[in-house]
């Protein structure tokens, strides 16, 4: 009998596709037999790439052409994939999904759920879900439990992040700052991340770790501190393996907050203009994500904004650093 090919679609963001690792553990718990194939940008691959569970991966670029859509859709089409599982559901996964099989799931959005929240502050979430548990159900609508999301790292990667690590002095407890997010309105204020740091770096062994968009702002929380800054100097993997010895990670609603629970951390999460609703927070660890509730302007986007519409920034700015400092102290 010919094994069951299955193909998951999830193009981006690292968050989100770190967060398909569950969904690939279920349906290889199910079907061991299966061949799971996946789709993802390259800058993500890697994300991917190391997961003993996947059998084939493709890689389109960001601003890939509809001329390699189409390169890559005819490739997929050799396959004959019983099943095609798209976690994306946009303009360029729907054009790549088109006949590679008969059948086709999708996952279940909420726009209209996200859009009242966003636009008009009416919740009608009735509970809180995990992104990954939107996934699984994309494959089974029945799913009520998912895993923790898992990463994988290559020999190469270990051994460099454990020579990296030989600077990180390990009589302290190691926490890992990461103040860095995408868009402005999920990041933290630079002048607290600091304040945060002097006030627990005589009981910590303390990193910085960001990419290279994060320069800036790393420079300014550790200069003349105590702090190992590795901000830039790591490729998204490393950063991620780095965690592993960490005993808390301390971060913003991004990437690194979902590498953290995927390898079994304590966490303390800002949540700014985001909200807990949207399914990207941590699950299955012990953590602690402090925000403004009550505030009336918030959600104000489901991914983040380059600046605050209202101009106060409330949602970040009224988490104080003597919050923080308290919630690292009880999660030590």
Request: glycine share 4%; net charge positive; aromatic share 8%.
């Given at each position: ?196 740091a002097k006030s627990i770096m005589n009981e910590t062994s303390l990193i ?125």
């Open positions: 009998m010919a094994k069951q090919k299955k193909l998951l679609i999830r193009l981006s963001s690292a968050g989100d596709v770190l967060l398909t690792s569950p969904l690939i553990k279920l349906i290889k718990q199910r079907e061991p037999e299966s061949e799971i194939h996946f789709v993802v940008k390259e800058s993500f691959a890697d994300l991917i790439k190391y997961n003993p569970l996947i059998t084939g991966l493709y890689t389109i670029r960001s601003n890939a052409s509809i001329h390699e859509l189409e390169r890559l859709r005819k490739h997929l089409l050799k396959e004959k994939f019983e099943e095609t599982i798209d976690l994306q559901n946009n303009f360029r996964s729907i054009y790549l999904r088109r006949g590679t099989s008969q059948k086709i799931r999708t996952v279940k959005k909420d726009i209209f759920k996200r859009l009242l929240l966003v636009k008009l502050k009416i919740n009608i979430y009735k509970q809180i879900k995990p992104v990954a548990l939107k996934y699984a159900r994309a494959y089974d609508k029945t799913i009520n439990y998912v895993p923790a999301p898992e990463l994988f790292f290559s020999k190469v990667v270990l051994e460099r992040v454990a020579e990296i690590a030989k600077k990180i002095p390990v009589d302290k407890p190691i926490v890992a700052l990461c103040p860095g997010s995408k868009h402005f309105t999920k990041r933290w204020p630079a002048p607290y991340w600091r304040e945060l910085l770790l960001g990419g290279p968009e994060d320069t800036r702002t790393c420079e300014e929380v550790s200069s003349k501190l105590n702090i190992i800054n590795f901000c830039g100097q790591l490729s998204i993997l490393e950063s991620s393996a780095l965690l592993t010895y960490a005993r808390l990670v301390v971060t913003e609603d991004s990437y690194l907050m979902h590498a953290a629970n995927a390898l079994g951390k304590k966490i303390v999460a800002f949540f700014g203009s985001t909200v807990r609703e949207f399914g990207f927070l941590p699950y299955l660890v012990e953590n602690k994500i402090l925000e403004v509730n009550g505030l009336k302007c918030r959600p104000c986007s489901h991914i983040g904004l380059e600046k605050c519409p209202k101009g106060h920034f409330k949602c970040m700015i009224d988490i104080t650093p003597s919050v923080a400092i308290e919630a690292v102290r009880e999660l030590l």
